[in-house]
């Protein structure tokens, strides 16, 4: 089977510690487009709802004049989920408390121009 | 938006859905076209058409998914430039349901597709411990059947 044109980005992003998913998410139907994952996240749910949240979070920011959204970190007991957008895509990552936030962030910042080329490769 | 049910034990995952989804319509039917509870429809005449169109939608995917693929299709989904459709089978203890929603730009089919699992687990959680409910009839008695149900949901039973 071919690889996606996402699989060298998630892998990257998988081998941060703590990282437990990468997912690339169509923002507008919340689908999965491709992910690398650990056993037993549920990889639809958690791209639905997190599409649905990036999404949510760019029109607030929007509707306050705050610009766009760079990125976007949910903090939970046990977790955390952060996100950042290029154009229809989406790019999640969950990861453990533990996990160096700022690292993710460098690497899901630099992942998501990646994104944004491969996108506009694809649309041609 | 109102939500109305012919057998009560459908109206709290409806519910549930309809509000965790955020989608502007819904319907659960009988394969047959009767309808089992709607909401956000204010009119019985399209509850019957959109019932119509569903059942016939949802025969006509079964039939080409048993062609192409040797089973049917799990749910079908269209997606317009403003509003979208989902369209799939909701099993449950007392049979097989066709449930139709209709959403827009504030929800999205991930979250449609997700809740519909949730719906799904809520119907068999919720369903009465009686064995399957008798199939309504589609000879003589349909069209009476289908307006008794229009009638119960919209308040002229």
């Known amino acids: 089977m071919m690889a996606s044109p996402f699989a060298g980005m998630l892998q990257t992003l998988s081998r941060q510690r703590g990282v437990t998913a990468a997912l690339v998410v169509s923002e507008q139907d919340g689908i999965v487009i491709d992910g690398n994952l650990h056993i037993g996240l549920a990889e639809d749910r958690v791209a639905a709802l997190a599409a649905s949240l990036y999404r949510k979070a760019r029109l607030s920011a929007r509707a306050a004049g705050m610009g766009a959204v760079s990125f976007m970190q949910l903090e939970a007991p046990v977790g955390r989920i952060c996100a950042v957008g290029s154009g229809e895509l989406v790019l999640v990552v969950v990861a453990k408390t533990a996990v160096n936030v ?3 962030r460098v690497e ?14 694809a649309e041609r | 938006m109102n939500t109305t049910v012919v057998e009560s034990w459908i109206e709290a995952p409806l519910r549930q859905f309809v509000d965790d989804a955020g989608v502007h319509l819904a319907l659960l039917l009988h394969p047959s076209g009767h309808v089992l509870a709607q909401h956000g429809f204010t009119r019985s005449v399209d509850v019957m058409s959109a019932c119509a169109l569903a059942a016939g939608i949802h025969a006509t995917s079964v039939a080409l998914g048993r062609l192409v693929d040797d089973r049917p299709f799990g749910g079908l989904h269209h997606a317009g430039r403003v509003r979208q459709i989902f369209i799939a089978e ?23 597709r997700l809740y ?7 119907l068999a959680a919720a369903a009465p411990p009686d064995g399957p409910a008798p199939a309504p009839a589609l000879a003589e008695h349909f069209e009476r059947d289908l307006n008794r149900n229009l009638a119960v949901l919209f308040g002229r039973a």
């Open chain 2, 90 to 112: 909701a099993r449950s203890p007392r049979g097989a349901y066709i449930f139709l929603t209709v959403f827009g730009h504030e929800s999205s089919l991930g979250l449609v």
């Open chain 1, 108 to 121: 899901m910042l630099r992942a998501i121009s990646e994104l944004a080329v491969i996108a506009r490769g």
């Open chain 1, 102 to 104: 700022g690292m993710v």
């Open chain 2, 116 to 122: 519909f699992d949730e719906l799904v687990a809520g």
